[in-house]
């Protein structure tokens, strides 16, 4: 089993990036994605998650109208698309894998024990 987030990097207050989270070993598509992420100092915190289908997405306020989960079954991928960055998003991104019983997104997701985690991503919004 294996998830791998990458893309991240150093980007000025204002830009964007995108992160992928690939996926391997487990069938992708029994599992909803979520996207964490840790700052130095700080508890982890869920950003976004999608459910198996890509239909339907939840995020944490802070992020929302900004950020933007998106996957791709056929590529056993995920994507975090984040436009107008703030310094306060500059954190490690980890993706994670949750098994659930339906196509949907649990209401509190972020707090339920993901079944597969992956190495995180830096990103750092510094002008």
């Known amino acids: 089993v294996q998830l791998q987030a990458s893309g991240g990097g150093l980007v000025q207050p204002g830009g964007s990036l995108r992160l992928s989270c690939a996926a391997s070993?487990?069938?992708?598509?029994?599992?909803?994605i979520g996207w964490f992420r840790q700052a130095p100092g700080k508890k982890r915190e869920g950003v976004g998650c999608?459910?198996?289908?890509?239909?339907?997405?939840s995020y944490v306020d802070s992020v929302k109208g900004r950020f933007t989960v998106s996957r791709d079954n056929a590529r056993n991928a995920v994507y975090l698309q984040m436009n107008n960055l703030k310094p306060e998003d500059t954190a490690v991104y980890s993706c994670a894998a949750l098994l659930v019983a339906g196509d949907y997104v649990p209401i509190t997701w972020e707090t339920y024990g993901m079944d597969y985690w992956g190495k995180g991503t830096q990103v750092t919004v510094s002008s």
């Open positions: 070993g487990f069938r992708f598509d029994y599992y909803a």
């Open positions: 999608i459910n198996v289908s890509g239909s339907k997405t």
